[in-house]
């Protein structure tokens, strides 16, 4: 079993859990998609200081570089478009449904594209960590939905764009080392999303803002934690999760992101901790330990299943 690889899906999942947080203590000063700037320009510009005192060494052959430009392009690019608008439209518990459903999209594209088809036993332990997401969302007090159409549109695309990048991710990871994918994701991220920021102050004047902004000490942490820890530390270790493990089964820990949000949102921000949190946490929990575990048992040539579909096991 790859531990590593299993415990960087834990890694990415539990540090994706905290950005939640500090992406709501930002956007109470700042515009969601000014926090998406600022989080993508720290990020690129720690990773180049990095790369120029060498303590990294990156090298991108451009001759085959249209796998690392499709992963930069379906995460962060449009997922973040997509999802930052999609929010605007829609409540919290609407988005939280959506987002969910990226490991399942993930199993579908990936058994069509990469031919890793997952075990039966396996698609029912990801729809049961589907379902503990779901219970924590829909139990959420002063619940209520927009039924806005054009913003579950925006989230379907989102939920798209990140299963896509998982896709794209498992098949630069071929050509690619996951630091190498990780930097070039924060270049274009930074260039991307600071381009339509400084756009939309110039719009209403108030490009002075994008400097004012950085000098309020009280958002240079949440800053820090989202350039640093959230986008360089947590998209390499997905993309290392992506480059050891089937795409279905590295998705599956995202879920964790869930139960992460739901403490830190309890034990910093004085939010409501209920049972249907610990009965959706229970859930979630055990779907993503036994799709761990059966690819665990298949990788082991341990795993007893139907003899009607020597593919799967193959592919596996």
């Known amino acids: 079993m790859n531990k590593w690889a299993h415990i960087a899906g834990i890694g990415f999942s539990i540090i ?49 570089s249209l796998p690392i430009i499709l992963v930069a392009l379906f995460q962060p690019v449009l997922y973040f478009i997509f999802e930052t608008y999609g929010l605007s439209k829609t409540t919290s518990a609407e988005a939280g449904l959506m987002i969910a459903l990226i490991p399942i999209f993930v199993t579908i594209l990936a058994s069509i594209i990469l031919k890793e088809k997952p075990k039966v036993i396996q698609v029912l332990f990801i729809l049961v960590s589907f379902l503990g997401v779901i219970i924590i969302q829909i139990s959420k007090p002063n619940l209520n939905f927009r039924a806005d159409i054009l913003g579950f549109i925006l989230l379907l695309m989102a939920v798209i764009s990140a299963a896509l990048f998982n896709i794209a991710s498992r098949s630069a990871s071929k050509s690619f080392k996951p630091i190498q994918t990780t930097y070039f994701m924060m270049f274009v991220g930074m260039v991307s999303f600071n381009i339509i920021y400084i756009i939309q102050l110039a719009s209403k004047q108030e490009l002075h803002r994008y400097f004012n902004n950085l000098l309020q000490w009280d958002i240079v942490f949440p800053i820090l934690y989202l350039g640093i820890l959230a986008s360089i530390l947590g998209f390499f270790l997905v993309n290392y999760t992506l480059s050891k493990l089937p795409a279905h089964v590295s998705s599956i820990y995202s879920n964790i992101a869930t139960i992460v949000s739901v403490l830190a949102g309890y034990f910093f921000l004085q939010e409501d901790l209920g049972i249907y949190h610990l009965v959706g946490g229970s859930l979630i929990i ?4 036994g799709t761990a575990r059966v690819n665990y048992l298949i990788k082991n040539k341990r795993f007893k299943n139907d003899q ?3 593919s799967i096991q193959k592919n596996s």
């Open 286 to 289: 055990i779907g993503i330990y």
């Open 16 to 64: 994706f859990g905290f950005s939640f947080m500090f992406s709501k203590i930002l956007m109470e000063n700042i515009t969601p998609m000014g926090v998406i700037a600022y989080r993508f320009l720290v990020a690129f510009l720690v990773f180049e200081i990095l790369r120029l005192t060498k303590v990294i060494k990156i090298k991108i052959n451009k001759k085959n």
């Open 308 to 310: 009607t579909h020597p």
